[in-house]
């Protein structure tokens, strides 16, 4: 392979991608930097109401908690909030009803983004059922008029707001923050003034607070073309009123909804307009979008550049090159819509971390967890790996491996109806996690199904993970830990449909030895396609006890899933350790029926049974796939390496009628893919209003895609029959 071909190839296995990046926030909305909180599109508040309450909320509690002064005349500030969006807003009027003595200041105006909008576009206040925590007035209205709503109630509040005032400068010395500015074009009000502080164009003012809260957005830094001539006065970011292109020749430049819809509108008004993408097709723009100009492009009312990128930009023309070819396009509007960035620099030159950034304070933590774990199914597992050694199999390790082999005999206890050890003591503190955490994951999500999720899971935990075959059926019966053939069937777990070691076949114990693998046999290959069959892979998310450990005590990190192709490509290690399940499976039966008797073909099974156990149940189901929680998402063993999903998903593909729908209300927001645990990129699914199944995806339909969409775009469907009247493919 050529070097250059080698410099091509791309790794894409991480959960930074089809997301955006955020700063890392505790649940107060806190960063790493104490005292400074994050609130609205950079803390995950992607539309108006949600934006406006978790300011409000936000701004009450930090002031609540500071104890504010309420003194206009301090030196020092309770709180300085940085940004007039609605976020801003909210976190304003949050710290005037407290009592606090804030500041508030905006670069540019406020609602600086709602204003870019386009004449008349029309902004709906979802979602309808929410509370408005603030009573900030907000209902569906054209841009223009909630603009002059909007600009009457920060009057009528009395909110002292300062602009255009842009911060350069954020830091903390001891708990005094202190926040440096610059006065923008035009100045500050007389009345800001008249209170001392610096209100000509260009000059600083330098103000200092005991917290601050950071409500800037992420959309104030247009990504640029950077090529020559884009700072020539026709080159346009925004499209404010389409009318106004009527005639002229416009050239567009961006694929996504605000590139097509820019396109579209100036098409509208009597523009001759060209849109160039360096794709060739629509694919990141909703389907809307996408019907909308594939019919003026077929009508021959927009031109589309097909595969382009842009060279370069002339007082009265575009270049740019398609292939090998340059074209000239002649025109009187250039439209950028590449998109905008974080305004990263900015945030880091004041000490924000990001979220998933590897800290020493993450990576000790990291380890930690990692450690833990493999301590925990050491002793849960009864395996005598380091520090848990017997002293005859590691002579001359000293102290250390003497107190830690008694570990394991200290977990072996009578309790008078049966003799348990360290595996029972790990099953009961497993139901614990499981309920403990289940219960905050209940209280957390809303939604009646998730509820209902959780209440599973805790409830199959409790009952058919835990107190049936653990407690109730040693009372009964002989090896209740049989009955984990019913909830923990193969290939997850081979000795459901293998007898016990040591069972004779032709002895006493035959009909039961039969019963039970016939039970391991039904559940395995009857009752789990039939779930499959209308349930998907629920399984693995309403009753599988490695998915409840994943959905209870993993919730934490479920953002952390790898996306990208790679991540999508290792996912078939599942179907590797399927595959070889099936010849150990094939090798225990053989030996635990006698059938054949070889040396040779015994040694190779014990050998496969042996190195399977290690490899899949203990590394890769009980430590890589728990240690691996904080750094890899709360999926690692379910989507990368457990037998019984693959087994699932192959059913799943073939005949499962359970899919995930959108409608066309999508606003691109990308919450569904940030906490999608499985790594799919559901936002691209719902933006083309697709189903996302087990045919094309490795959803195990746990729902909370459902649950974060702020826009109620996703719904749980019949695969291939639509909620939008079209065939899913």
Known sequence: ??????????????????????????????????????????????????ALNQGYDVGRKVVEKLGATGKPGDDVHDVIVIGAGPAGIGAAIGCKDAGANYLFLEKERPFNTIQNFPKAKFVFSEPR???????????????????????????????????PEEVVDVQKDGGIFTVTTKVGEGGLTAEAAEVGYKSEEGSQNVYKARRVILAIGRRGTVRRMRVPGEDHERVHYTLKDPDLTKGQRVAVFGGGDSAVEAACSCADAGADVTICYRKDSFSRAKLGNQQ??????????????????????????????????????????????????????????????????????????????????????????????????????????????????????FLEVDLGFREVNGSFWGTCCYAVIVTAFGIRAYRKYPLAAQKMRYVSLIVFQLIFL??????????????????????????????????????????????VAVGWIALGLVTSFILVPLFVRFNGERFCSYMCGCGGLAETLGDFWRDLAPRGKT?????????????????????????AWGFLTSGALYDAGKFAAGWYDLVVDFWLACVIGVAFYPYLG????????????AYMELLSKWFSKIAIDANDKCIG??????YCQMGIIVQDFAQKQKQFHNGNSACIQCGICIQVCPMEVLSIGERGVSINNKAAA
């Open 634 to 645: 709360n999926r690692v063993w379910c989507r990368f390496f457990c037998p019984l999903r």
């Open 567 to 591: 991540s999508y490509q290792a996912e078939w290690i599942g179907k590797i350790v399927l595959i070889a399940a099936v010849p150990v499976t094939i090798y225990l039966v053989a030996n």
């Open 129 to 163: 059922e929410m509370e408005n925590r603030g009573n900030f007035w907000f209902e569906d209205a054209q841009k223009e008029d909630l603009i002059d709503r909007w600009e009457q109630e920060i009057d009528d509040r009395g909110l002292k707001l300062h602009q």
């Open 669 to 674: 927001c990308g919450e569904c893919t940030r």
């Open 466 to 511: 835990f107190g049936i075959p653990e407690i109730l059926a040693p009372l009964i019966i002989d090896r209740g830990y049989k009955m984990y053939s019913l909830s923990v069937p193969w290939p997850l777990s081979l000795w459901s449909v293998v007898d016990a070691p040591g069972w004779v076949p032709g002895g006493p114990n035959t009909g």
């Open 292 to 409: 909308r100009i594939d019919k003026l492009i077929a009508a021959g009312t927009i031109t589309f550049e097909k595969n382009a990128t842009p060279v370069e930009i002339t007082a009265d023309a575009v270049v740019i090159k398609v292939g090998d070819e340059t074209k000239t396009i002649p025109n009187d509007l250039v439209l950028v819509f590449y998109g905008t960035k974080l305004p990263k620099p900015f945030l880091e030159k004041i000490g924000l971390n990001f979220a998933g950034q590897m800290t020493a304070k993450r990576v000790a933590f990291i380890s930690t967890f990692a450690v833990l774990t493999y301590l925990f199914y050491l002793l849960k597992t009864k395996k005598k790996f380091f520090p848990f050694a017997d002293m005859d199999l590691m002579p001359g390790q000293g102290e250390l491996m003497w107190y830690g082999a008694q570990v394991h005999k």
């Open 1 to 50: 392979m050529a070097a250059v071909d080698i410099l091509k190839i791309s790794f894409e296995f991480s959960p930074k991608q089809g997301i955006r990046e955020l700063p890392d926030l505790n649940a107060d909305y806190e960063s790493n930097v104490k005292g400074l909180f994050v609130v609205g599109d950079l803390a995950d508040a992607p539309i108006i109401k949600v």
